[in-house]
């Protein structure tokens, strides 16, 4: 079956850059897409990567490695603001291409 | 602006009532999504569309069906709600295809569904 793992919590300070691991056990991968949702919100798509390593947009970054099943979202230079639940999401290839979720992760941003 | 339209906020049902939620979309996807939310649990697969009057199951379908008459539309239906089915869902749509498109999925503000 398939599964994405990705830590619970994570807390970091403003202004600091924090590391949001994702790994993956999935049929027919095509590829790992990141997603953040605030509170009440709708998730809103941040990035995705097919090939292996590094993309990068803006304060956001994400990471992937086909060979290891992982992947991960750096953010840099912490808002407030980016307080919110991350999730990985992993894109099948199966008859319409569906989306699978991890858990998320909820990230604190301290002062 | 793109949008995915779900037809409530809020909606609160009795057990054994049959529901339906609705969700629009204006941007001509063929992909269409229904995901439930609980805490902890994250976005969990019911059923997704591909095509009008296509669809396949997801993770959890058990108690679900889904309608997709129009390119537009994806209905997510409760035969028979129950207490368990208490959750937030969530519709999604998004483009076909491989590479940098159709990976972005896009979402409507959810539907709190309470079943008492």
């Known amino acids: 079956g398939q599964s994405l793992e990705q830590p619970s919590e994570v807390t970091a300070v403003e202004g600091a850059i924090v590391q949001i691991n994702c790994t993956y056990q999935?049929?027919?991968?095509?590829?790992l897409s990141w997603y953040q949702q605030h509170d009440g919100g709708a998730p809103t798509f941040l990035s995705y990567?097919?090939?292996?390593g590094l993309e990068e947009t803006g304060r956001f970054s994400s990471f992937l490695s086909r060979s290891d099943s992982y992947g991960y979202l750096l953010l840099q230079e912490l808002q407030m603001k980016d307080s919110a639940s991350y999730f990985c999401a992993v894109r099948e290839a199966t008859g319409g291409f569906k989306t699978i979720f991890g858990a998320g992760t909820r990230l604190f941003v301290k002062a | 602006d793109v949008k995915v339209t779900q037809s409530s906020r809020y909606l609160v049902k009795r057990t054994g009532e049959k529901v339906f939620l609705e969700c629009v979309q204006d941007m001509d996807h063929e992909n269409m999504f229904w995901y439930r939310q609980d805490p902890g649990l994250g976005l969990r697969l019911i059923y997704f569309?591909?095509?009008?009057?296509?669809?396949e199951k997801g993770d959890i379908p058990e108690g679900y069906s889904v309608s997709r008459e129009k390119k537009e539309r994806f209905s997510l239906i409760l035969e028979s709600a129950s207490t368990n089915q208490t959750s937030m869902y969530l519709c999604?749509?998004?483009?076909?295809?491989?590479?940098?498109?159709?990976?972005?999925?896009?979402f409507g503000q959810g539907t709190r569904l309470t079943v008492v």
């Open positions: 569309s591909y095509d009008v009057k296509m669809k």
């Open positions: 999604a749509s998004s483009k076909p295809g491989q590479g940098a498109a159709g990976t972005e999925a896009f």
């Open positions: 990567n097919a090939l292996d």
């Open positions: 999935t049929s027919g991968f095509y590829g």
